[in-house]
């Protein structure tokens, strides 16, 4: 793979981030190529093949970066993506679960933490990078699989002392959806599905 192809590749991997970050990396990963061939003496092909892979490098960034949803209108879509089954365990955790359809991943889809009832943000990040990895704090398994959704329950003490609330969106199939707790077809952001303390 060449430099062009790879970067091309990279960025691709980064369209959830905004231009200015997405711009701020490319340049990054593009003078490393440049640096690697002219320290190390090596053809524009070796540069790229002794760099991670494009996947791995997107993987490390989003994890670090916070991605937030697109300045677009939403569409408040139960049909869609859901958050039910809301409860506090005896154990003191919170238990929901999360309804997507079967082909969407769950890096596709943006969890919003809030703080408090009002819907104060707390965190904005992937479903995926919140459920994944050694340090996870949230734990997430596929509970069902019916009708061409999944359903994924989730669970998680992070928030155990203070309670949770959850905002959930999804771009789809070329439409923006979002689960707010507010009536379907809103394009109102609600205050988010409240699990309290």
Request: aromatic share 12%.
């Amino acid at each position: 793979m060449n430099k062009t192809a790879f970067i091309n590749d990279l960025s691709d991997k980064l369209d959830r981030l905004n231009e200015t970050d997405r711009k701020e990396y490319l340049e990054f990963f593009s003078e490393l190529i440049d640096d690697k061939i002219e320290e190390d003496g090596v053809n524009e092909t070796s540069a790229v093949e002794n760099m991670q892979s494009a996947d791995r490098i997107a993987d490390a960034i989003i994890r670090e970066i916070p991605v937030e949803p697109e300045n677009v209108a939403y569409i408040e879509a139960h049909s869609v993506i859901d958050c039910t089954n809301r409860y506090r365990m005896d154990d003191g955790k919170y238990n929901f679960t999360i309804k997507l359809p079967d082909d969407v991943s769950l890096k596709d889809v943006i969890i919003e933490i809030t703080k408090d009832y009002r819907g104060t943000r707390e965190l904005y990040t992937n479903l995926f990078y919140l459920t994944d990895g050694d340090n996870a704090e949230f734990a997430i398994r596929l509970e069902n699989a019916y009708g061409g959704f999944n359903y994924y329950e989730m669970t998680t003490d992070k928030f155990a002392d203070t309670g949770m609330g959850i905002r959930l969106y999804l771009r789809y199939k070329d439409k923006y959806y979002m689960a707010t707790d507010i009536s379907n077809k809103s394009e109102v952001k609600g205050n988010g599905y409240w699990l309290g303390a």
